[in-house]
């Protein structure tokens, strides 16, 4: 897996082709990171967990996921996905663009069902579990696509369209016995503008003050808000950011420790290589043996 598709929490790279956008990553964790920080990008994203157990959260609904399970993610929707404590955890990561989904203008279902569920106006569950009403179906159109995928038979992609139109139909058939939560807007945008320019200036110089202007709040307001909706302060939550982006640079690239550090955002190197230990149980020197000089963060 590229480092320039997850370090971000807002991903403007684009995963699929200009001529079918609909792609297909193998992903393992701990193998080829620990989590996915906290990030959101303009495709539809599908996450369907072949093995192990682990961790995802949408818009802060934060629930374990095992095998067989499926986590539908709207464009635009805050999520992650993070080791559970030791175990394993290998997961299909399905990127598409909407597009793919839409005809043009006039489109009665682009018009009616896509865009409002696209757009969270037609709201639907994103855990999608055995206890699901409609998951041996949903879990089905997701068999049928990965076989044509792997096989590519001439004209594979209209029944790819086809099942992925089944699937959408399948969310809202069973939308009502599948309640999902719902969040307000205001605040999940505010914290997607923090995130936003962390991940813009997260090696900069970032203070509680640039924050707090940021967001238009008061210092105290802004800490007890950021505490409130994320569960960690925003220094500790920066601290994380800037970790996972080291640990990642210590993978893929041959820069040295006190380098990878200031890249990271650290300015002092004892108190980064203090936080890199408590964090990963090892100094930044021993993981980066691990791996290899240069490291190999794999993508499959």
């Not at 970790?243 to 893929?252: D, N």
Request: hydrophobic residues 35%.
């Amino acid at each position: 897996m590229n480092l320039s598709e997850y370090q971000n929490y807002h991903e403007a790279k684009s995963h699929t082709s200009a001529d079918f956008p609909y792609n297909t990553y193998l992903c393992s964790i701990p193998l080829d990171f620990t989590q996915v920080p906290l990030h959101w990008h303009e495709e539809l994203e599908m996450v369907v967990i072949q093995k192990g157990e682990g961790t995802i959260s949408v818009d802060f609904d934060r629930q374990a996921v095992r095998a067989g399970d499926m986590v539908f993610i709207r464009p635009g929707q805050l999520h992650s996905i993070e080791q559970s404590g030791t175990k394993k955890m290998e997961y299909e990561n399905i990127i598409l663009k909407k597009e793919l989904l839409i005809s043009g203008e006039g489109d009665l279902c682009a018009e009616r069902f896509i865009g409002p569920l696209m757009r969270g106006e037609l709201g639907c569950a994103s855990f999608i579990t055995p206890a699901f009403s409609g998951f041996l179906e949903l879990s089905d159109c997701i068999s049928r696509i990965d076989r044509l995928c792997e096989k590519r038979p001439e004209g594979y992609q209209l029944a790819v369209k086809g099942l992925l139109f089944q699937f959408l139909f399948l969310l809202i058939f069973y939308r009502q016995e599948n309640q999902a939560p719902v969040y307000q807007s205001r605040p999940l945008e505010k914290i997607k503008t923090i995130l936003k320019y962390v991940e813009e200036h997260y090696a900069d110089r970032i203070t509680i003050d640039d924050m707090a202007a940021l967001t238009f709040y008061s210092k105290s307001h802004f800490m007890k808000f950021f505490r409130t909706h994320m569960g960690i302060s925003f220094i500790e939550y920066l601290n994380d950011y800037r970790l996972t982006i080291a640990e990642r640079l210590l993978k893929t690239s041959d820069a040295s420790i006190l380098e990878i550090a200031q890249m990271s955002g650290f300015d002092n190197l004892s108190y980064f290589n203090r936080l890199f230990k408590r964090k990963y149980g090892q100094s930044p020197g021993r993981q980066r043996r691990l791996y290899g000089s240069g490291g190999d963060a794999r993508r499959y």
